[in-house]
């Protein structure tokens, strides 16, 4: 059974940053396409960032697009969210996600097989 586990989150001011992180057990690491998405209350879950199984490929929404990285460690079966210059509207859960049955997910939720269960991000302003 795999597992997604969220790490990182926490309260930072506008400008500032964070990295999180997601430990992924069960099955090796490298099967997995990965992704970021979040959410605020009453509103839907967003894409935020995606990668390749074997990392070549990222993707970005055009909210974050250089300003958050997106990246994988094999060797400790781990996907990062480093973000960088955080603003007010990126307060929100973040959530890890990842599927087998395709090589890069892509930005649709429905993509992706298993969730972590998220972390929350504070951005003050």
């Known amino acids: 059974q795999v597992q997604l586990v969220e790490s990182g989150g926490g309260l930072v001011q506008a400008g500032g940053s964070l990295r999180l992180s997601c430990a992924v057990s069960?099955?090796?690491?490298?099967?997995?396409?990965m992704a970021w998405f979040r959410q605020t209350p009453g509103k839907e879950r967003d894409f935020v960032a995606a990668?390749?199984?074997?990392?070549?490929?990222?993707y970005y929404a055009d909210s974050v697009k250089g300003r958050f990285t997106i990246s994988g460690d094999n060797a400790k079966n781990t996907v990062y969210l480093q973000m960088n210059s955080l603003k007010f509207e990126d307060t929100a859960v973040y959530y890890c996600?990842?599927?087998?049955?395709?090589?890069?997910?892509?930005?649709?939720?429905?993509?992706?097989?298993?969730w972590g269960q998220g972390t929350q991000v504070t951005v003050s302003s």
């Open positions: 990668v390749s199984r074997s990392g070549g490929t990222t």
């Open positions: 996600a990842a599927t087998r049955s395709a090589y890069f997910g892509g930005r649709k939720e429905n993509t992706y097989d298993y």
């Open positions: 069960g099955r090796t690491f490298s099967t997995y396409a």
